[in-house]
């Protein structure tokens, strides 16, 4: 009430003045000489700066001295004249906000309106402020909070709220509650300013600790890493995985963006957290350090399969820099589509298996030629060459029979197939028209095997031996094991088939044996009783046209063996207990790798100067990659 009558004793004090310094002529009436009387002009306003009910003297030329005729407003908003002069114009500021003043003169004939100088609007509050609150008390830059209180003001520019310092953006507001933006800023009280009233501390706000990054994503055990971040405490930070391992990263230096951290001898690959004591709670992240020991190859995760936490086979194959790799089956169970997922340069892998045409349930095989991969599904034969756009090139459903191997010469293509009933054959397939088409070239004497062509344009293939048992060939059972022997075929036409030996080695074959050749000089590689669940798994090499087969020696026979991979004069072969072998000299000698900590290979793959493994851990499958010896 005493502000008020404060006003009204000023604007009436104002008014008189104004009156005898218009009649003494001190303001400019009737002077020699008087401005032209067209023209408005604004010389002045006095105050600069203030809020709403307080008054304010317009000082110009040309004014009305009818104050009816005279209209003012504050950054659009019209203020109430109290009384008027040709060169003063005593106003009340309304409510309004920071920006120019304007006179407009209804009588004038040139420029009857014109803007003046800048009023920096403030309003004027007489209650006390208080905050109260804030919620949540820690979290993160760039996301909305909650401060609660009173006698905040609802129009969201009067009320300034800081953060250690650091302004933020008011995006809503009531006058028990603003609900703001949170700046960049470091962990420090909120501070509370509206209008003219003083600024009020609140409480602190906990700027939570923030992991962007790694640098770099793989290390060797005593080696050490980066992770980048921000608001990491001084002390007090723990490094350790999502998984809940026992596994912990120590911290040997820590700045408020980095802590540089060293791999101890029993850490193990996984996607990193970090926890702060300070804050109290652990950041899980997505971002996956790659352990390896201290013999392997410099291994990185570069993919992942989506909701894939098991591989029972793997498949991956290159075309120049691109790679598509798949785990075969869809894991975990009660899942009904594998993942496939394609690069452009190996380095990170996007999921394409919403992408095909159809929707699958395995896949056999990967194979690539001329810059196209050619992928082998329970639907059928699919083609793609970027992951987006898929052809299908050979219908399960239309031959009756599903798609194994591709072999190429040149535009002409070679197909494989296994039987979908016990009543219908294995076949072979050719197409010269890129799959548009297909011949029938035989009925393999084998199950649903490999196919492949050497150079010299002989074919070679294995599978389950068949037996036509009262018309129905089904599969025949060697020896005393429950699944039979690999036995060798040769073709020089694709029609014709003779087996070349009774077995490729001395291990009966469980989970569909991989069978390869070295194109360049035609030896032929096998790989038998591959399988997850066996114990022992024999890598054999022919070098007659598959007479007759040779253990690999020089790689260990006492273990599983489950990825297999022939390219040139290079063979890699990896297990489950984590060792990698790679031949480059035919298989005369074979050098041993690690693989990453905690990862068990199940297939591998080379292209250019790198190697791939697929892998699963216990949180999940990845594609890993290394530089290639």
């Known amino acids: 009430m005493k502000i008020f009558y404060y006003y009204l004793l000023s604007i009436v004090f104002f008014a008189c003045l104004l009156t005898a310094c218009t009649k003494s002529g001190l303001l400019g009436t009737g002077q020699t000489g008087s401005p032209d009387p067209s023209i408005i002009t604004i010389t002045g306003i006095n105050p600069t700066t203030g809020g709403a009910g307080s008054p304010l003297f317009i000082t110009g030329t040309n004014f009305s001295a009818n104050a009816g005729e005279d209209t003012v407003k504050f950054n659009g908003v019209k203020a109430t004249i109290v009384s008027a002069s040709t060169t003063v114009l005593a106003v009340i500021v309304p409510t309004s906000t920071t920006g120019p003043v304007s006179v407009k003169v209804k009588t004038a004939t040139v420029n009857s309106t014109v803007n003046g100088p800048t009023f920096t609007y403030t309003p004027v509050y007489t209650s006390i402020i208080t905050v109260t609150g804030i919620s949540p008390l820690v979290s993160v830059a760039t996301v909305p909070i909650v401060i609660t209180g009173t006698n905040f003001s609802t129009v969201l520019t009067d ?11 008011v995006t809503a507001a009531t006058a028990s509650s603003l609900t703001v933006t949170t700046p960049v800023s470091t962990t420090g009280p909120i501070t509370v300013k509206v209008g003219s009233n003083a600024e009020v501390t609140g409480p602190v706000f ?7 990054s790694l640098s770099p994503a793989y290390a060797k055990i005593g080696q050490s890493f980066d992770i980048i971040g921000t608001d990491f405490l001084a002390t007090g930070n723990v490094v350790g995985l999502n998984t809940g391992s026992t596994s912990v990263f120590p911290v040997t230096a820590t700045t408020s963006t980095k802590l540089t951290v060293s791999i101890p001898a029993t850490a193990t690959s996984g996607n990193i957290s970090v926890k702060s004591n300070n804050n109290g709670f652990t950041i899980p992240t997505t971002l996956f350090i790659t352990v390896n020991p201290a013999d392997a190859l410099d291994w990185r995760q570069v993919g992942k399969f989506n909701s894939q936490t098991y591989i029972s086979e793997g498949q991956i194959a290159t075309a120049g820099e691109k790679v598509l790799a798949s785990p075969s089956l869809p894991s975990p169970p009660g899942t009904t589509t594998p993942s496939l997922v394609y690069s452009t340069d190996g380095s990170s892998f996007t999921d394409v298996t919403a992408n095909l045409p159809v929707t699958i349930s395995k896949i056999g095989k990967i194979s690539s030629n001329a810059g196209s991969f050619y992928v082998s599904t329970d639907k059928g034969l699919l083609s793609t060459s970027d992951g987006n756009t898929w052809t299908m090139l050979f219908n399960s459903t239309t031959f009756g029979v599903v798609p194994g191997s591709v072999s190429f010469a040149g535009s002409t293509m ?19 028209n890129n799959g548009a088409s297909w011949t029938k070239l035989s009925d393999l004497p084998f199950g649903g095997g490999t196919v492949v062509r050497t150079a010299n344009g002989v074919f070679y293939g294995t599978g389950d031996l068949l037996q036509l048992q009262g018309g129905v060939w089904v599969q025949f ?6 699944h039979p022997y690999r036995i060798p075929y040769k073709s020089t036409d694709g029609i014709t088939w003779t087996a070349t030996a009774t077995s490729m080695g001395t291990q009966d074959d469980y989970g569909g044996g991989q069978y390869l050749m070295l194109p360049v000089n035609n030896t032929l ?3 038998i009783g591959i399988s997850h669940t066996n114990t022992t798994t024999e890598i054999v090499r022919s070098s007659d046209a598959g007479v007759t087969w040779q253990i690999q020696t020089s790689i260990p026979t006492s273990t599983n063996f489950t990825g297999f991979y022939v390219n040139g004069s290079t063979v890699l072969t990896t297990n489950v207990n984590g060792r990698v072998y790679i031949t480059n000299d035919d298989g005369s000698t074979y050098q041993s790798y690690g693989a990453p900590v905690g990862v068990s290979p199940t297939t591998i793959a080379k292209s250019g100067s790198f190697v791939y493994i697929i892998g699963y851990t216990s949180s999940g499958s990845y594609i890993f990659r290394a530089p290639a010896p």
């Open 477 to 482: 059972v060697v020896g005393l094991g429950m």
């Open 159 to 169: 009320n300034v709220v800081k953060f250690n310092g650091v302004p933020a953006t």
């Open 414 to 432: 070679y197909l494989a197939t296994s039987g979908t009933s016990s009543s219908l054959r294995a076949q072979f397939y050719t197409s010269t």
């Open 525 to 527: 590689y096998g790989a």
């Open 206 to 212: 906990t700027y939570q600790t923030v992991v962007t």
